[in-house]
């Protein structure tokens, strides 16, 4: 016995990630249905496991908002692209973030002869 209807879904955009809208709209119906359950379920006064009932309802309800979210983005793809790191960081973290990125530690093979030394410039990563 459904109470609450199935809302018709439109085809994906061809940007989408296909099955992001259809995991958005089961999500939701199942939180509907879970919500619908629990008020039948006090209605005949059946009120054992109750709390747990409800707080799997408000799990699949977390799990609703997240990927109502993730297809929103994925319409967004494209005409906003979020903020970058670059954009947050104050004028000292920036300065330090691109030290850290371009900044480059060489260890000289001569220092480990003999003892096995491992650095990322004789690892074979970037032999090129």
Request: charged share 30%.
């Amino acid at each position: 016995n459904v109470i609450f209807p199935v809302p018709k879904v439109e085809p994906v955009l061809p940007e989408e990630k296909r099955g992001l809208a259809r995991s958005a709209l089961e999500s939701a119906v199942a939180v509907n249905q879970g919500v619908a359950s629990l008020i039948e379920d006090i209605a005949r006064n059946n009120t054992n496991k109750l709390v747990g009932k409800m707080f799997k309802v408000w799990e699949a309800s977390l799990v609703s908002v997240g990927d109502a979210q993730t297809e929103r983005e994925s319409r967004l793809k494209g005409v906003y692209t979020g903020a970058q790191t670059e954009d947050i960081l104050s004028q000292s973290s920036k300065e330090r973030f691109k030290r850290r990125k371009t900044g480059k530690r060489i260890i000289t093979q001569s220092s480990y002869k003999g003892r096995g030394g491992f650095n990322r410039f004789n690892s074979g990563i970037f032999k090129g």
